[in-house]
Each structure stands twice: as C-alpha cells, then as structure tokens.
C-alpha cells in the first residue's frame, strides 16, 4: 500500500563504484522527481520525468542519470562515485505539478 | 539570485502555544506555495498549498497566509502539542508565462519543538 517507494533504503559503497537506487509510485502520477537532501538537511531538486520524458535536468554531475521505464518508475544510476556524492536521496510523485509525496529515502554513504 | 529562506533553523515553544513559522522568497513568482513536515528519517509530508491568488488556507489546527507583495508565507500551528515537534519546509513552484516550471525549489525548514 506505500505511496511511493524506494530500495534501497540504506547504501554503503565504495568510491569508483556504480549504484542504482529504484524507486515505484502507485498513485497514478504523471511526474517523478529526485531529490537528494544532504548533511545541512538542504532538500534540491536534481530531476523530474513528466510522462517518461525527462523535463527538467538541474546542474548535477553527469554520473547521475534518470531512468523511467514507465510512468509509475523512476529509477537513479550514479556511476563512478565519490564521497561527496554521499546524502539521503528522495523520490517523490505528484499530479499535474501539484503537491508531492516523498518515499522513505535512501542514504547512500560512499567510502 | 533567487532565495527561499526560513526566518529560523530552529523555534521552541511551550505546549499549549501557537507556533508561526516564516517563509520569505526572492525573485520568484510562485503560481502557490507549499508547506511539508519532515520527520527524522523519514520522507517530506505534503501539509497545505496556497495559491497566489489566496491569502489565507485552514486545515484543522493549521493555518497558512500568502502574501506576494510582502513575498511572505507564514505558517501557523495553533493549540500545538508535542506530537507537532518536526522540521517544516517550505517550499514553491516558480511561474513561467501561464504555466508553472513543474519543480518544487524548497528552504532549508525550521525545526520545531513544542515542550510539554
């Protein structure tokens, strides 16, 4: 029954490595976003898909790439990570660009 | 640049007290605004949306104001209680021409802590 939901829920790796991180909405939303939240508790926005369409790319690395086999999945690649990469990432969902409902998160740490 | 600041990292009240949070903006025009609650460790919750051309939204002991001149949101939590100790974000979806960009920019949230 959980809205929006990511795996994993918490990431350790090490740096040089690629990681993915899934995440599945059932709302029935036309737009998935990421977000990654770091250590200051800062919540950016880095993408959103609007019917499998990427419609906005903010200024992240590209060793992050979006991607969306359908409508209710949006799921992060990060190649080749670093430490800085480390921080909570959150998919969210919403409808028509209104209010968003979040996952639980994943806190990726690299090492 | 454009900013979303929260008037403060954190906010302590009494319970029992009404608790206003402060959300200014800068060079935006938001088509609304919105507010969300964040537990630790969990997701951002959706609270309340206002849109630009309301100035004030209810929802039981929640109370939202929206003012565009000012560029100001204020959030208010009325009779608060313990169980209302959370971060409050605020966040916005920037106008474009008629339409919105489609992204939330979010500040940084006050954390509250309401004491019994």
């Known amino acids: 029954d959980t809205a929006v939901s990511q795996t994993p829920k918490y990431l350790v790796t090490q740096m040089g490595n690629d990681k993915s991180i899934k995440c599945e909405q059932n709302?029935?939303?036309?737009?998935m976003y990421w977000y990654k939240q770091d250590s200051k508790k800062f919540l950016k926005i880095m993408f959103s898909?609007?019917?499998?369409?990427?419609?906005i790319n903010e200024t992240v690395p590209n060793r992050f790439s979006p991607k969306s086999p359908d409508k209710a999945h949006l799921n992060l690649h990060i190649n080749s990570l670093e430490l800085g990469d480390s921080a909570v990432y959150f998919c969210a969902s919403s409808l028509r660009s209104t209010e968003a409902f979040f996952g639980q998160g994943t806190r990726l740490t690299v090492v | 640049s454009q900013k979303i600041e929260q008037n403060s990292e954190a906010l302590n009240i009494q319970e029992g007290k009404t608790a206003t949070l402060t959300c200014n903006y800068t060079?935006?025009?938001?088509?609304?605004l919105q507010w969300y609650r964040q537990d630790p460790g969990r997701g951002p919750v959706f609270l309340l949306l206002?849109?630009?051309?309301?100035k004030e939204k209810r929802k039981e002991r929640l109370k939202v104001t929206f003012d565009t001149t000012l560029k100001q949101s204020l959030f208010h939590i009325t009779a608060s209680q313990p169980a209302d100790s959370a971060t409050y974000l605020c966040?916005?979806?920037?106008?474009?021409?008629?339409?919105?960009?489609?992204?939330?920019?979010f500040g940084r949230g006050t954390q509250l802590t309401v004491w019994p």
């Open positions: 898909y609007n019917n499998k369409e990427l419609i």
């Open positions: 206002i849109r630009e051309n309301e």
């Open positions: 709302l029935g939303h036309d737009t």
């Open positions: 966040a916005l979806d920037p106008r474009q021409g008629g339409s919105t960009l489609g992204r939330l920019y």
């Open positions: 060079n935006y025009s938001p088509a609304y």
